[in-house]
């Protein structure tokens, strides 16, 4: 009897091990099975293959998806929408240890940065099934991958998903480069693991739609991340149940580096050259229509570099020690120039200094010096510190060669006027005087210069040899000299 019911014991177990692997393996192919939507951009260029793969839980509004690009970018989102304003993003990017994922829900609200999304919480998932989840794989071949479900994500303040669409409208972009050069731009790595990192612009964006329908999990137990689908290789995904990119295109932004250009040429090289004319060659006019010409240039960076700010969350404030500095200096700029006009006009009427060249004068080096170091901290606001080494050579540069220019003018100038200061006066009158009826004859030009130049103010010198000192001219009406013969001086020929 006991060994009856030890085999009616080990029987049950068995029935009970059998029954839970029957679990597993349905548990399984639910996974394998999982309603999906799968949309893949291959590109001849590596940085803009992308993938994105997503299951909707009707049930709980749950969003699942899998999402990949190249290693290279910074970043890589995909979008409810057919544009940015009102879309709902899902922004990826490596976190702070650079080999892990940080994902982020977004809204756009136009052609800017879309801003964080805190009414959406994402969870990154791992399967032994879903190779390197949520990492960064190095080497050419380097991959970026996110795995997650983002919770009642169907719905947001400014648009929904519906469950019924066949063509459900996505956009899809990803971010600029890391390394220097024309594809990285030289910028910085994004990594991060806060939710509202700034984000570079996008190096390509597209359009792609989506047949939710085939997408839909009725119930919970068959949602999740989509897996790979692709027959003929287990890891890898091919476009299902979407449409192929349109819109799609290459972007990028030469503003910022317009506008860096602009302003490092005006206060490194135009004005110190602005104010080098006027200390070698005294030229005024030339002094005033180079600072001009390097005011105009400011005025259209300084342009530039708001609509610039406008575009990103961390510079849209106005708030950043660069941005401070530059319209401080902006003011500065036609605050001087209102002082050297005011000075140059009172200066023509008056033949006198005035307080006002003394400010214009200390004023102009003041805003050089806070110009110049702006440059380097604006580098490092946007990202692109590696540029501080090559703009510090290039200052030192041009600093030696105005240096050395004025410093050669200055010994040249002041040399030739002590040989001027040592000279003996030119006959004829101070300098810048000349007297062309005594000067070298020929021709009846100087048809008296037999008699030698006329005499300065009291001396006795006269004419040749005569010996006449000065005295006033007597006329007959005055009353000088009445009763006494009037004498005049020789008459002239």
């Given at each position: 009897?006991?060994s009856?019911?030890t085999n009616i014991?080990l029987l049950?177990l068995?029935?009970?091990?059998?029954a839970r692997?029957?679990?597993?393996?349905?548990?399984s192919?639910?996974?394998?099975?999982t309603p999906a939507?799968?949309?893949?951009?291959?590109s001849?260029?590596s940085?803009s293959?992308?993938?994105f793969?997503?299951n909707?839980d009707?049930?709980?509004?749950?969003l699942?998806?899998h999402?990949?690009?190249p290693?290279g970018?910074?970043?890589?989102?995909a979008?409810i929408?057919s544009q940015m304003?009102?879309?709902?993003m899902?922004?990826?990017?490596?976190?702070?240890n650079?080999?892990?994922m940080?994902?982020s829900?977004?809204?756009?609200?136009?052609?800017?940065?879309?801003?964080?999304?805190?009414?959406i919480?994402?969870?990154?998932?791992?399967?032994?099934?879903?190779a390197?989840a949520?990492t960064v794989?190095?080497?050419d071949d380097g991959v970026?991958?996110?795995?997650a479900v983002?919770?009642n994500a169907t719905t947001?303040?400014?648009?929904?998903?519906?469950?019924t669409?066949?063509?459900?409208?996505?956009?899809?972009?990803?971010?600029?480069?890391?390394?220097?050069?024309?594809?990285?731009?030289?910028?910085?790595?994004l990594q991060?693991?806060s939710?509202?990192a700034g984000?570079?612009?996008h190096s390509f964006y597209?359009?792609?739609?989506m047949?939710?329908?085939?997408?839909?999990?009725?119930e919970s137990s068959?949602?999740?991340?989509?897996?790979p689908?692709?027959?003929?290789?287990?890891?890898n995904y091919?476009?299902?149940?979407a449409?192929?990119?349109f819109?799609?295109?290459a972007?990028?932004?030469p503003a910022?580096?317009?506008?860096?250009f602009?302003m490092?040429l005006?206060f490194v090289?135009i004005?110190?050259?602005g104010?080098?004319?006027?200390?070698?060659?005294?030229?005024?006019?030339l002094?005033?229509i180079?600072?001009t010409?390097?005011?105009?240039?400011?005025?259209?960076?300084?342009?530039?570099g708001?609509?610039?700010?406008?575009?990103?969350?961390?510079?849209k404030?106005?708030?950043?020690a660069?941005?401070?500095?530059g319209?401080?200096?902006?003011?500065a700029l036609f605050l001087?120039?209102g002082?050297?006009?005011?000075?140059?006009?009172?200066?023509?009427?008056?033949q006198?200094?005035?307080?006002?060249?003394?400010?214009h004068?200390y004023?102009?080096?003041v805003?050089?010096?806070?110009g110049?170091?702006n440059?380097?901290?604006g580098?490092?606001f946007?990202?692109?510190?590696?540029?501080?080494l090559p703009?510090?050579?290039i200052?030192?540069?041009v600093?030696?060669v105005?240096?050395g220019?004025?410093?050669?003018?200055?010994k040249?100038?002041?040399?030739?006027?002590?040989r001027?200061?040592?000279?003996?006066?030119p006959?004829?009158g101070?300098?810048g005087?000349?007297?062309p009826?005594?000067?070298p004859?020929?021709?009846?030009?100087?048809p008296?210069?037999?008699?030698?130049p006329?005499?300065?103010?009291g001396?006795?010198?006269?004419?040749?040899?005569?010996?006449?000192p000065?005295?006033?001219?007597e006329s007959q009406?005055?009353?000088?000299?009445q009763?006494?013969?009037?004498q005049?001086?020789r008459?002239m020929?």
């Open positions: 009897m006991p009856f019911a014991l049950a068995s029935f009970a091990l059998a692997h029957v679990s597993a393996a349905d548990d192919d639910s996974n394998s099975t939507a799968v949309f893949r951009y291959d001849s260029t940085d293959d992308f993938v793969a997503l909707v009707q049930t709980s509004g749950d699942y998806m999402m990949s690009a290693a970018n910074q970043w890589m989102a979008g929408g304003k009102d879309a709902l899902f922004v990826a990017y490596p976190s702070k650079g080999s892990g940080t994902l829900p977004r809204l756009g609200s136009g052609h800017t940065e879309p801003s964080y999304y805190d009414s919480n994402c969870s990154l998932i791992y399967g032994d099934d879903l390197d949520n794989t190095s080497g970026m991958v996110v795995n983002c919770k947001w303040t400014s648009g929904s998903l519906s469950y669409a066949t063509a459900q409208e996505f956009i899809f972009a990803v971010g600029p480069g890391s390394d220097v050069g024309p594809g990285g731009h030289g910028s910085t790595p991060s693991n939710l509202s984000l570079r612009r597209g359009e792609f739609t047949d939710i329908t085939s997408a839909v999990s009725t068959t949602a999740g991340v989509p897996r689908n692709d027959s003929a290789n287990s890891t091919v476009r299902e149940n449409s192929t990119a819109s799609d295109k972007d990028n932004d910022p580096a317009i506008h860096a602009v490092c005006t090289v004005f110190p050259l104010a080098l004319l006027l200390r070698v060659l005294k030229r005024v006019i002094h005033a180079v600072q010409i390097g005011l105009v240039l400011v005025c259209m960076a300084t342009a530039g708001i609509v610039i700010s406008t575009q990103y969350n961390r510079s404030h106005f708030a950043s660069h941005q401070v500095i319209i401080l200096l902006f003011l001087q120039l002082l050297g006009i005011l000075h140059h006009r009172i200066f023509k009427r008056e006198r200094p005035t307080i006002l060249s003394k400010i004068l004023l102009g080096p805003i050089l010096v806070f110049v170091i440059a380097p901290i580098f490092v946007a990202g692109n510190p590696h540029l501080c703009y510090v050579v200052l030192v540069i600093a030696i105005f240096v220019i004025r410093f050669f003018s200055h040249c100038c002041g040399n030739r006027g002590q001027k200061a040592g000279a003996a006066p006959a004829g101070p300098e005087y000349q007297y009826q005594f000067g004859g020929g021709a009846g030009q100087a008296y210069e037999h008699l030698g006329p005499p300065a103010y001396r006795s010198e006269s004419y040749g040899s005569d010996n006449i000065l005295r006033p001219y009406q005055s009353g000088l000299g009763g006494v013969q009037a005049h001086p008459p020929v």
